[in-house]
């Protein structure tokens, strides 16, 4: 009989939606977004946006409500998604986040700090389904499951100017992906001590 309750301790929860646009299908990636909006992490809660973009000038920002909230992410998750968001030495832009809509129409994330408002928007979603990532898959010592609705269609503003490029799709096991997807009730954890 499968236990009712997983055998690996949570170290986060709360959502990791993300944008990636790329000009030919994903051979490169000029354009990439994590947004977190964490609940319940050991530095508290809080949202962050990670970007990557010719919107900045081709380098990385962090932004975020709760600095903590951000440098946990760098240390403990982003250091194994995306290296270049896990760097200490990027300063954390204090931000206001706030989301509107949903998967069956559009979704947006928006972001107010200082002059810089920016909009990350997903929409003509696909059919949800359940990632399942145990630790140790792809030698990742940390594990996620989450709700992914992989959007065939996104864009992201800043300030008035769009990314470029488009998402593309992905396959994730036998489930049809993007690479632009609203991550939600996502939950990380790492195997029991």
């Known amino acids: 009989m499968t ?15 993300f944008v990636r646009l790329s000009p030919d299908g994903g051979k490169t990636q ?90 990350l928007t997903w929409y003509d979603c696909l059919d949800p389904f359940v990632l399942t990532v145990p630790p140790g898959f792809n030698n990742r010592p940390i594990g996620v499951f989450s709700t992914f609705f992989p959007a065939r269609s996104a864009q992201v503003e800043m300030n008035g100017r769009f990314a470029s490029g488009q998402p593309w799709s992905e396959m994730r096991g036998d489930r049809q992906g993007s690479s632009a997807c609203l991550a939600w009730s996502e939950t990380w954890v790492k195997p029991r001590a």
């Open 3 to 17: 236990a009712p309750v997983d055998a690996n301790d949570p170290i986060m929860t709360g959502e990791n939606s």
């Open 30 to 119: 000029p354009e990439r977004f994590s947004h977190w909006r964490v609940l319940w992490c050991p530095a508290g809660a809080g949202h962050a946006l990670f970007a990557h973009s010719g919107l900045v000038g081709n380098a990385v920002r962090v932004y975020s409500d709760n600095a903590a909230v951000a440098r946990w992410l760098q240390r403990n998750i982003e250091t194994l998604l995306y290296p270049a968001f896990a760097d200490p030495a990027l300063p954390v832009i204090a931000a206001e986040f706030s989301r509107a809509g949903d998967p069956r129409s559009a979704a947006t994330e928006s972001i107010v700090a200082g002059g810089d408002r920016i909009t």
